[in-house]
Nanobody, 125 residues
Framework: QVQLVESGGGLAQPGGSLTLSCAAS????????IGWYRQVPGKEREGISC????????LSADSVKGRFTISSDKAKNTVHLEMARLKPEDTGVYYC??????????????????WGQGTQVTVSS
């Protein structure tokens, strides 16, 4: 059973930065796609950014384009989400997810999706 473990969440000020990491228990090559979702209480889980491991193509939500960058470290079986110019509306629980739909028009979970436990990000002054 694959495990995805997120880390790096915490409190940041508006305009600040945080980097989230997702460590997979097996090779990233085992997953065609891997990415990040965000959930806010009372709202549906939102796809933030994902990467296709076969060709390195990435996809990001309009709300984070130009601010968040997803990258993968295949040697460490880890995916990172570098978050810059954070806004209060970026607050939420961030989940790492593998085997998701990562192509236009947007991210979607699949029946085979694997999820991490989530890490809280709070953006507040």
């Amino acid at each position: 059973q694959v495990q995805l473990v997120e880390s790096g969440g915490g409190l940041a000020q508006p305009g600040g930065s945080l980097t989230l990491s997702c460590a997979a228990s097996e090779s990233l090559a085992s997953f065609k796609t891997i990415g990040w979702y965000r959930q806010v209480p009372g709202k549906e889980r939102e796809g933030i950014s994902c990467i296709d491991n076969s060709d390195g193509r990435t996809l990001s939500a309009d709300s984070v384009k130009g601010r968040f960058t997803i990258s993968s470290d295949k040697a460490k079986n880890t995916v990172h989400l570098e978050m810059a110019r954070l806004k209060p509306e970026d607050t939420g629980v961030y989940y790492c997810a593998a085997q998701i739909w990562c192509a236009s028009p947007g991210m979607k979970p699949t029946a085979f999706a694997k999820w991490g436990q989530g890490t809280q990000v709070t953006v507040s002054s």
